[in-house]
């Protein structure tokens, strides 16, 4: 298996651009998670997927931000309008969960993401 | 989430035993203890977890004392790739709480 796959790897956008980071799970991982780190808050939890509806979008900053998952293999992470704030890098991550536990994750890559 | 105490930084010679320890004295009965580790510009990659037995896999080993307070992170022969921040996290594995938080980590760095 490739692992947890993102694109872009680096996106550079100015103030106010919509940007999209997208995220393709490990097959057959029924979890799916977006991480957001920066060296003054470390790594934080922004929403996550169970079987492709959304659990807990408790983290995710504010209305500018939404996650869609559409089916099984593809998760998007939208920002929109994008702010320098916003700059960190964004990790989607995976697991294989056992009914409600939920065991390792499996990290993606991550998405370096500068807001000029 | 219960905290964990973690030296800032160690250092060990390549092919020598890295053991990186974690103080978790508040550690609740159905918390586990995991262990992170993150290459520079890399995800954080899964190590190893454990209840209150010790473990081990292919990449680590996992010791918890019997009180549970404290554990730790066996790397038997450390590599140059092995350079990297290691993060103890404890956590209940269910739902939200499954989320993980790390903390500052122990920075090792291993030497020729």
């Known amino acids: 298996d490739a692992g947890v796959i993102q694109s872009p790897r680096h996106e550079v956008t100015e103030m106010g651009q919509e940007v999209t980071l997208r995220c393709k799970p490990i097959?057959?991982?029924?979890?799916l998670f977006w991480y957001r780190q920066t060296m003054m808050r470390g790594l934080e939890l922004l929403i996550y997927?169970?079987?492709?509806?959304?659990?807990?979008d408790s983290g995710m900053p504010e209305d500018r931000f939404s996650a869609k998952m559409p089916n099984a293999s593809f998760s998007t992470l939208k920002i929109q309008p994008s702010e320098p704030r916003d700059s960190a890098v964004y990790f989607c991550?995976?697991?294989?969960?056992?009914?409600?536990?939920?065991?390792?994750?499996?990290f993606g890559p991550g998405t370096r993401l500068t807001v000029l | 989430d219960a905290k964990t105490t973690q030296p800032t930084s160690m250092d060990c010679a390549e092919g020598r035993a890295a053991n990186l320890p974690c103080n978790h004295s508040?550690?609740?009965?159905?918390?586990?203890v995991y262990w992170y580790r993150q290459i520079h510009s890399q995800g954080p990659q899964y190590i190893i977890h454990?209840?209150?037995n010790n473990e081990t896999n292919e990449m680590a080993s996992l010791i918890i004392t019997e009180d549970r307070k404290s554990s730790t992170l066996i790397l038997p022969h450390a590599t140059l790739r092995d350079t990297a921040v290691y993060y103890c996290?404890?956590?209940?594995?269910?739902?939200?709480?499954?989320?993980?938080?790390f903390g500052t980590g122990t920075r090792l760095q291993v030497t020729l």
């Open positions: 991550a995976s697991s294989l969960g056992q009914g409600a536990f939920i065991p390792e994750q499996f």
């Open positions: 996290i404890v956590r209940v594995p269910t739902g939200t709480a499954s989320k993980l938080t």
């Open positions: 097959s057959g991982h029924d979890y």
């Open positions: 508040t550690i609740s009965g159905n918390e586990y």
């Open positions: 454990g209840l209150k």
């Open positions: 997927f169970n079987n492709n509806v959304p659990i807990d």
